[in-house]
């Protein structure tokens, strides 16, 4: 199946700065990509989707200004936790599809954020 | 926000028993995917039933999709202690999949 890289798989950062992850599909170009935030022993929450060369779609309740999302090409997407605090530690995966309807979904391999 | 909710939340079993966990959804879907997630790990997709299909079959997984109840079971047969894991139903209207709380199935050997 297709392979999406997400990187880093673990960060720890102070509180205060910002962290970057990017996500990349290796041998596919994404048409969509999707942000997914994961807390310990719940679901996934989505959290945006974002396309090449436009703006992301953020859900509600989600602060577009927070979480940074720049999805520069059809083979990257990166996600800004700016000014990090301590309760933006969580799991965050990134996902990409290929199509549109009826299509799977293939997921990064998550990074663990932890802000101290 | 989250589309469906699992039943059970948790699940434990003997290896060669079989595990039904089962879904439901809120709104109308194009298709329900099951996906498996190992602990602190991305997700593997298992599964794809559109939403005119009501059962489908891969290997030792047998999915149901019953749209007038707005619900979905994914059954796992004869199950391994490989299987250990948690189990997510995710429902894809427009693109983006919208997950359910998830299963944590626990296979002993």
């Known amino acids: 199946g297709a392979v999406v890289s997400q990187h880093p798989s673990r960060v720890i950062c102070k509180s205060g700065t910002s962290v970057k992850i990017e996500c990349r599909s290796l041998?596919?170009?994404?048409?969509?990509m999707f942000w997914y935030r994961q807390f310990p022993k719940k679901s996934l929450m989505l959290m945006a989707t974002?396309?090449?060369?436009?703006?992301?779609?953020?859900e509600q309740g989600v602060e577009k200004d927070k979480f940074l999302i720049n999805h520069a090409s059809l083979t990257l997407s990166t996600l800004t936790v700016t000014s990090a605090h301590p309760e933006d530690s969580s799991f965050y995966i990134c996902?990409?599809?290929?199509?549109?309807?009826?299509?799977?979904?293939?997921f990064g391999q998550g990074t663990r954020l932890t802000v101290v | 926000s989250q589309q469906g909710e699992e039943d059970p939340q948790a699940l434990s079993i003997q290896e060669g028993e079989n595990a039904t966990m089962n879904c439901s959804y809120k709104t109308s879907i194009n298709n329900l995917q099951w996906y498996r997630q190992n602990s602190g790990r991305g997700l593997v997709h298992l599964i794809l039933i559109r939403s005119n299909e009501r059962e489908k079959h891969s290997g030792r997984l047998r999915v149901t999709l019953d749209t007038s109840k707005k619900s979905s079971s994914l059954l796992i047969t004869a199950s391994r202690a490989a299987d250990t894991a948690s189990y997510f139903c995710?429902?894809?209207?427009?693109?983006?999949?919208?997950f359910g709380k998830g299963t944590t199935l626990s296979v002993s050997s």
């Open positions: 996902s990409a599809i290929t199509g549109g309807l009826n299509t799977e979904a293939f």
């Open positions: 974002s396309n090449e060369g436009s703006k992301a779609t953020y």
């Open positions: 041998d596919f170009q994404a048409t969509t």
């Open positions: 995710a429902g894809q209207a427009g693109t983006a999949l919208i």
